[in-house]
């Protein structure tokens, strides 16, 4: 059987009872974790999930680059509404980070997002990319 058990609700009620399992809990056991579609391994930092070690090494770098003043305002999971040529929403976009940095005497945002060599070069990125400028005017910057 494919996707786990398919048991009806009062076995599945008789199987919790006889386990220990909570009332309600519906329990998965031949569920595996699914795996991050880039293969990427989550890790936590300071009690903050990360999608990658990547992402997570450069947080902490971006954080101590905040907090010697080069930049400011750093934030993480920033969503930004996609719509389509006639104001239909059509999705969201999530930026790793969005920051200040100084430019020629002016601090001006920045929205960055933590890409491989593999992930950079997918079709869906380069879409959302284009969305981002058509909808926000915002060039995406690509980090490493």
Request: some cysteine.
């Amino acid at each position: 059987m494919k996707g786990g058990l398919h048991w009806d609700e009062q076995r599945l009620l008789e199987f919790q009872k006889r386990i220990g399992a909570s009332k309600g809990r519906v329990v998965h056991l031949l569920d595996k974790p699914k795996p991050n579609k880039h293969k990427a391994i989550p890790r936590v930092v300071d009690g903050v999930k990360f999608a990658s070690g990547l992402e997570a090494q450069l947080w902490v770098d971006y954080r101590l680059l905040e907090k010697a003043g080069q930049i400011r305002n750093l934030r993480r999971q920033v969503r930004f509404s996609l719509f389509a040529n006639g104001g239909e929403h059509i999705g969201t976009y999530k930026a790793d980070m969005v920051f200040e940095e100084l430019r020629e005497g002016v601090w001006k945002r920045v929205v960055a997002d933590v890409k491989s060599e593999h992930t950079r070069n997918l079709p869906a990125w380069a879409r959302t990319k284009k969305l981002m400028l058509a909808c926000h005017n915002v060039v995406v910057r690509e980090l490493p």
